[in-house]
């Protein structure tokens, strides 16, 4: 039996999770929380808002599956990490704000960090087993969302239903908006470096609209692996939760013969400027990684309301960035402090934007 506490359960992932739960007898539900939405019965023990590790500390799972949205996720990640409870980490953003903090806590605690996001648990399971030093290089692939293709000045009026109109994932708001906009892979860059260890010129990103190859690894040798499968999120949350088992599930495997297709292409980089700001944060290292995360945070949020057009959004990120001096995160009270000034400052460039 694995208890299991679930963040984020109302959410794109979270009901997901709930499904593949509830087909498993061996998987258990201890905890349950969300963020506003009420939760009640899902699991013996639930929480709406307040200070997720409360609860975590009264369940004491064996496993958490952090599917919170945002910087919120984070004392929940590092909880999980420090105690050496298994973490199937969804909520990539606590990775991105946290890198060095969050890997170590995993040091101290030794438990295990599976990721969810679709391209690190295929990167993960492509990954598996082999000697860091044969890996050449890791490729992240990206659907390119609803406006690949676009010029800069086709941007400049889409409204946010166009942008949560995903060709091929159905997500919660916050990270379909960053699917559109590319900052989505700019946080899956910097989450791959420190979930893999890999410097960033040794991470590339390709577009490939079809959403059927999820990760490459490239070896030393040539040779490179892949991990395929239709676009859907049930694979890796279902590996995560019973890894190392690899339990079935109800998504059908792939059929070669119906016609499938693997086209690549390279990103348009200026047209799409977030992936590009992501990785230069993430060079940057320290708090640049937390600054890049929570403008994104702002600048999204205020796109979904109708206050930031969409291309508004690059802008406040960049503003941010350049007015925020990165520093080393010691510990979580300065990364806290990084992540209220970064809001602060991308409330202002708001304002002009
Ligand atoms: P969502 O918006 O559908 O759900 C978010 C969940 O988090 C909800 O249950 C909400 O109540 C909860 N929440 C929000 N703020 C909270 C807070 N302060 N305290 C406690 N709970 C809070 O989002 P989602 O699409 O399920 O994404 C969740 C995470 O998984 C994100 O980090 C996202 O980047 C990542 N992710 C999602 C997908 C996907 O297919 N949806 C794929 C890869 C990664
Ligand atoms: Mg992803």
Redesign the pocket.
């Known amino acids: 039996m694995k208890r299991i506490a679930l963040?984020?359960?109302?959410?794109?992932?979270?009901?997901?999770a709930l499904e593949i739960v509830d087909a498993h007898p061996e998987l258990e539900l201890c905890a349950a929380?969300?963020?506003?939405?009420a939760?009640d019965g899902l699991a013996p023990l639930t929480?709406?808002?307040?200070d997720?590790t409360q609860l975590l500390e009264q369940a004491q799972p064996d496993l958490v599956l952090?599917?919170?949205?945002?910087f919120?996720?984070l004392p929940a990640t590092l909880w999980a990490l420090e105690r050496g409870v298994d973490l199937a980490l969804?909520?990539?953003?606590?990775l991105v704000a946290a890198g060095d903090l969050a890997l170590d806590a995993q040091q101290r605690g030794g438990g295990r960090l599976i990721p969810?996001?679709?391209e690190h648990s295929a990167a993960f399971q492509c990954l598996e087993g082999r000697n860091p030093g044969q890996v050449q290089s890791l490729v992240l692939t990206a659907s390119g969302g609803p406006f690949r293709n676009r010029t800069h000045e086709e941007l400049a009026d889409v409204t946010p239903s166009e942008a949560l109109a995903h060709p091929t994932?159905?997500?919660?708001?916050?990270?379909?908006v960053?699917s559109a906009t590319l900052a989505?892979k700019g946080?899956e860059l910097i989450e791959a470096h420190f979930l893999f260890q890999l410097p960033y010129d040794r991470i590339d990103v390709v577009v490939h609209p079809s959403s059927i190859v999820h990760a490459l690894v490239r070896f030393r040798d040539g040779a490179a692996l892949a991990h395929l499968g239709y676009p859907d999120?049930r694979v890796?949350i279902s590996f995560a939760l019973t890894y190392p088992d690899r339990a079935a599930t109800p998504v059908p495997s792939l059929d070669l013969s119906s016609g499938v297709t693997l086209e690549f292409h390279a990103p348009d980089l200026e047209t799409f400027p977030l992936l590009a700001l992501a990785r230069r944060a993430g060079e940057e290292s320290g708090t640049a990684p937390c600054v890049f995360n929570a403008a994104n945070e702002v600048a999204v949020a205020a796109f979904l309301e109708g206050r930031l057009p969409f291309l508004g959004i690059a802008e406040v990120v960049a503003e941010t960035l350049e007015a925020s001096k990165a520093a080393p995160a010691r510990d979580l009270e300065e990364l806290v402090a990084a992540d209220a000034e970064a809001r602060r400052h991308a409330g202002e460039a708001l304002k002009v934007a």
């Open positions: 963040l984020g359960a109302t959410g794109s992932i979270g009901r997901q929380a969300s963020g506003s939405q939760v929480q709406v808002g307040g997720l952090n599917a919170v949205v945002g919120a996720g969804a909520n990539k953003e606590s969810v996001d679709s994932w159905n997500m919660g708001p916050k990270i379909t960053d989505n946080l999120m890796p």
